[in-house]
C-alpha cells in the first residue's frame, strides 16, 4: 500500500505561486503514474495534472494549462505541482494521487491511492 502525503499549500495572492509536494512510501514509486486533483468548495473533485512513470508525458487540464507544471522525482518518491499566475478560481483542496494503469490519465476512476489534500487559497 502507498502512503502520499501533500505539502506547500497555502495562502498566496493572485498572480502568485506556490509549489506543492507529494512525498510517497511503499510500492516503488516508479511502477505508476502519479497526478494530482483539486477540489472546490461545493464542487466535485476535478483533473489537474498527470505525468507518466519516467516523467516523459505529462497531461494538464485545460484551465491550467501554460500556468502550472507537474514533475516528479523518482530518486526522492517526489511528485511536485508549480503553480504559477495563480487565480482565486484555483482555490481548492489539491490533492496527490497514485494511477492504476501505467499510462497517464485525466480520468478520477483511474486513480487509487489518494493523501489528505492540501489546501491552496488564492486572494483576489
Known amino acids: 500500500q502507498v502512503q502520499l502525503v501533500e505539502s506547500g499549500g497555502g495562502l498566496v495572492q493572485a498572480g502568485g505561486s506556490l509549489k506543492l509536494t507529494c512525498a510517497a512510501s511503499g510500492r516503488p514509486f516508479t511502477s505508476w503514474a502519479m497526478g494530482w486533483f483539486r477540489q472546490a468548495p461545493g464542487k466535485e473533485r476535478e483533473f489537474v495534472a498527470c505525468?507518466?512513470?519516467?516523467?516523459?508525458?505529462?497531461d494538464y487540464a485545460d484551465s491550467v494549462k501554460g500556468r502550472f507544471t507537474i514533475s516528479r522525482d523518482n530518486a526522492k518518491n517526489t511528485v511536485y505541482l508549480q503553480m504559477n499566475s495563480l487565480k482565486p478560481e484555483d482555490t481548492a483542496i489539491y490533492y496527490c494521487a497514485r494511477a492504476t494503469i501505467f499510462g497517464v490519465s485525466a480520468e478520477l476512476s483511474d486513480f487509487g491511492s489518494w493523501g489528505e489534500g492540501t489546501q491552496v487559497t488564492v486572494s483576489s
Open positions: 505525468i507518466s512513470r519516467g516523467g516523459g508525458i505529462t
